[in-house]
């Protein structure tokens, strides 16, 4: 948004403040300033130059001699342009003088002739890219005039940052409500030179269709165009804009074009309201249709662009053809030119959604389709078909014979919010007043009501943004300034007790340091998978690869794998805790927190001295037996068998509870799954439940044993398809309490032992925190486990 201080300043006499002070303070409001230009600057030197001469350059067929009045006595200028003539006025620098791009003039001699001075075009000026001719001033001047303050060029633009929400600040009148102490109140608009302010502009009322000054207008997707209003003038005159009016369209970076055209943009920038205007002569049938393109139609469009319409495109037609692209930009078969004389105004709110579509599907943005792709102020279209018409009639002559038609399918009523006082200072730690509230939004357009306890306000029709309690909170917080809060921490609302007492949050601590103790990384990956039946797909997503939400935390860990391996870093330890998301019969997906974690490489960091040993299988089990017995302390872990998923079955371990739901997963993946290089290692992964996980794992006292323990090893026969910890789970039934622990030793396939079958050696440690056990004791205990071992696995002594 290009705004000008002068013209702001004038529209709100009350910002008394300098471009520096209203920069901080846009950028306090929210909307930052990303660029202060001083239009005069570089423009000290010229003056305001009155030709009072021209004739034929004697050896130039090209060039001309012209007596300029710029200063204290006539000088000769030599100039090329086609434009000069006697009589008019025109920039001039006059010699001595330096231009904007810093080249400073001198007298010359051009083909044999003096030149002392130069007439300048607006280029030259840095005042537009309008090098054809020399730039000519409208009206009547006094020559020798500074050329700043002549036109009013003592001015600063600046370029404000606004976000795509805020389309009330882009116009002058927008900014200067928000800056002025008064709000709306201290923003008036001037009248035009030589018109009335256009308030007396009166208005025929209809839903879809209706007329105006013999043209006939018509709504027929009211869900597209929910207002149009029209407005006939007859006997303009087309001219140059007098200068106040093409200066203003500069200094927002404008160019000028027309006294029709720049009123229409004068208004879009003053009021934030985009206008068209038609030659109606040039509208067939007198007709205006707000309608869909059909197939096969066109238009040419005002930058000459030949452009084929898509079925559905909402656009502006007349009897025969679209004549614009609603809300984008109009056609040149109605533009208004030297010889139009009868206009038709256009006044519309047409729906951001399918400006939008237009606008990229055409590959075309203008000033309009910028506001109404932001959504225009419903409440402020009739006041900017008075101004249009006002200035219309000031620049260009014209009369409007009929009232103005106002099309309203779907009126526009202002949405009502309810405000709790209370959920004010909840939400933002301090206490605000019903009367700081008031002062906070009254001043920009919302209406404060009361309801009951509450406080009842109507939103404005251009803070489209605004649609919930938490909406206004925000605004009455942006309105008093961020800067006002205090610094320190304020206390909690009442009831919610401290951020870390979320029994969530407890568990998800607990697993960073169960993860980081065990040299672990944490990594944040982005929340979008690519397409899978099991995920969720996203209604506007950003690409084919991230078209759904994730499952699973471990894919993108993976890909993580690839992009360190391709990066040659061989030894990879991540985990992240995250939120899965996995469909539901409800309006939105299942959620859910996980935590993953991926391995590659070695067991422990690399050293000159010794070559580290990868991570294994094991390694990978006691990972899971430690973070999810800390998170489930009654779960346990088995080979998953089927329940793999997408792990190597044979390598595979599932962590589940008491029921035998499943908890967690881990295994090996399958080489094939990532894309690696010949060199990799092994790939580990694993993914737990975070859901019902303990926040704290409970600490048990055990005292130091004062009676000694009895160790006894024995070598057991077991089928290869009997896992070990079915093995060591019966033999923790049936020893009871006595048996302190129980952990293998060895593993052993081959000569001696028959084929199906493999020998576990195991070290059984028996104690009692009473007695010291007898030999007697300790041998009937280890007959029942084997016997219990043979009679319900067929695990046998090896003699």
């Known amino acids: 948004m290009n705004l000008s201080f002068r013209w702001l300043r004038e529209i709100a006499p009350s910002i008394d403040a300098s471009p520096a002070v209203v920069a901080e303070r846009l950028a306090m409001l929210g909307a930052p300033v990303d660029d202060s230009v001083s239009l005069g600057g570089g423009l000290a030197d010229i003056r305001v130059g009155r030709v009072r001469e021209v004739r034929e350059h004697p050896n130039a067929d090209r060039l001309r001699l012209c007596l300029v009045e710029g200063g204290a006595e006539p000088v000769q200028v030599v100039c090329g342009a086609t434009n000069v003539k006697e009589g008019a006025y025109y920039p001039f620098a006059p010699v001595g003088s330096t231009l904007p791009g810093g080249m400073k003039l001198k007298k010359v001699k051009l083909r044999g002739e003096a030149s002392e001075g130069m007439l300048c075009s607006a280029r030259e000026l840095e005042l537009g890219r309008d090098h054809e001719g020399i730039m000519t001033l409208h ?246 078909l008075e101004r249009v018409v006002s200035l219309i009639r000031s620049v260009a002559g014209g009369t409007v014979t009929d009232p103005a038609l106002d099309l309203a399918p779907r009126p526009f009523e202002r949405p009502r919010i309810t405000l709790r006082p209370e959920r004010v200072e909840a939400l933002l730690g301090v206490e605000v007043g019903e009367g700081e509230i008031s002062s906070l939004l009254e001043p920009i357009g919302f209406g404060i009501g009361r309801e009951g306890e509450a406080l009842e306000v109507s939103v404005p029709g251009i803070r489209s943004d605004v649609t919930r309690e938490v909406d206004l909170i925000e605004e009455i917080a942006r309105r008093r300034g961020y800067d006002t809060f205090p610094d320190e921490i304020r206390p909690f609302r009442p009831g919610t007790g401290t951020l870390r007492d979320d029994v969530g949050l407890r568990v998800e601590d607990r697993v960073r340091d169960i993860f980081v103790r065990l040299g672990f990384l944490e990594a944040r990956t982005t929340a979008f998978a690519p397409a899978a039946d099991s995920r969720v797909p996203l209604l506007h997503p950003l690409s084919a690869e991230e078209s759904h939400l994730r499952a699973t935390l471990r894919d993108e860990l993976l890909r993580r794998i690839e992009f360190n391996m391709a990066r040659g870093n061989r030894d990879v330890r991540l985990f992240e805790v995250g939120t899965v998301f996995l469909p539901s019969d409800e309006a939105r997906p299942a959620e859910a927190r996980h935590v993953a974690a991926v391995i590659t490489g070695g067991r422990a960091p690399g050293h000159w001295s010794a070559k580290a040993e990868a991570w294994d299988a094991w390694d990978l089990r006691g990972l899971l037996e430690e973070a999810g017995g800390s998170l489930y302390p009654a779960a346990r872990v088995e080979p998953a068998g089927e329940d793999a998923g997408e792990f190597v079955a044979a390598r595979a371990w599932r962590l589940i509870d008491e029921a035998g739901a499943v908890l967690g997963l881990a295994g090996k993946v399958p080489p094939g799954r990532l894309d690696l290089p010949e060199w990799a290692g092994e790939v580990w992964g694993m993914e737990i439940r975070l859901d019902n996980a303990s926040p704290e794992r409970e600490l048990v006292y055990t005292p130091i044993p004062a009676y000694p323990a009895v160790e006894r090893d024995v070598a057991l026969l077991a089928p290869t398809e009997v896992p070990a910890d079915a093995i060591r789970t019966l033999i923790r039934e049936v020893s009871g309490d006595m048996l302190e622990r129980v952990d293998p030793f060895d593993v052993y396939e081959g000569e001696g032992i028959r084929g199906g079958q493999r020998s576990i050696a195991w070290t059984l440690r028996f104690r009692s925190l009473e007695r010291t056990l007898t030999d007697r004791e300790v041998e009937t205990v280890l007959d029942e486990v084997l016997s219990a071992l043979d009679d319900r696995l067929g695990v046998r002594l090896r003699k």
């Open 139 to 384: 009206g009547e001047w006094t020559p020798g005039t500074p050329f700043v303050e002549a036109l009013g060029l003592d001015d600063t633009r600046l370029v404000i940052d606004v976000t795509p929400n805020r389309p009330d600040l882009l116009s002058h009148v927008g900014v200067a409500a928000e800056l002025a102490p008064g709000g709306r109140v201290d923003v008036s608009l001037p009248p035009f030179p030589g018109d009335a302010d256009g308030r007396g502009t009166a208005f025929a009322e209809e839903a879809t269709e209706g007329a105006t000054g013999g043209v006939a207008v018509r709504i027929e997707e009211a869900e597209l165009c929910p207002r149009y209003l029209g407005a006939v003038v007859d006997g303009v005159r087309i001219a140059p804009s007098p200068e106040w009016l093409a200066t203003r369209i500069r200094a927002v970076g404008g160019r000028p074009v027309n006294n029709v055209v720049d009123a229409t943009n004068y208004v879009l920038n003053e009021l934030g309201q985009p206008l068209h205007a038609f030659d109606l002569d040039r509208l067939a049938g007198n007709t205006v249709i707000v309608r869909r393109a059909r197939a096969g139609e066109s238009i040419r469009t005002l930058d000459g662009e030949e452009r084929d319409l898509e079925s559905g495109e909402l656009v502006i037609a007349d009897g025969e053809r679209p004549v614009a692209l609603a809300g984008v930009m109009g056609g040149e078969e109605s533009e208004v030119g030297e010889g139009t004389t009868r206009l038709f105004l256009e006044c519309a709110i047409f729906d951001p959604g399918t400006v939008r579509a237009s606008a990229r599907g055409h590959n075309l943005s203008s000033d309009a389709s910028y506001r109404f792709e932001r959504g225009v102020d419903p409440e402020g279209a009739r006041r900017a």
